[in-house]
């Protein structure tokens, strides 16, 4: 397999050394990451408009927190 070499800045690196299980490389990690990002158009109907506002909803209402535990922790991006 060929591998290639990539320069991250050195707090992208800590957040992606605190994201890495135990168990993974940090090939495995960007994977995982890169994973969640596919495409959802297969799913496109799949929820009633009012089911679909509410799953809309807590993902954002899970983005707001997840921000805040970032900035609480000093992240900032």
Request: charged content about 35%; hydrophobic content about 30%.
């Given at each position: 397999m060929?591998?290639?070499?990539?320069?991250?800045?050195?707090?992208?690196?800590?957040?992606?050394?605190?994201l890495?299980?135990?168990?993974?490389?940090?090939?495995?990690?960007i994977?995982?990451l890169?994973?969640?990002?596919?495409?959802?158009?297969?799913?496109?109907?799949?929820?009633?408009?009012?089911?679909?506002?509410?799953?809309?909803?807590?993902?954002?209402?899970?983005?707001?927190?997840?921000?805040?535990?970032?900035?609480?922790?000093?992240?900032?991006?």
């Open positions: 060929a591998s290639k070499t990539i320069m991250i800045q050195d707090d992208t690196y800590q957040k992606l050394a605190e890495k299980k135990e168990s993974e490389s940090f090939n495995d990690v994977q995982r890169i994973y969640k990002f596919q495409n959802l158009d297969p799913y496109y109907g799949l929820l009633a408009d009012h089911d679909g506002d509410l799953v809309e909803d807590a993902i954002e209402k899970a983005r707001k927190e997840n921000d805040i535990a970032d900035l609480s922790r000093g992240d900032s991006s």
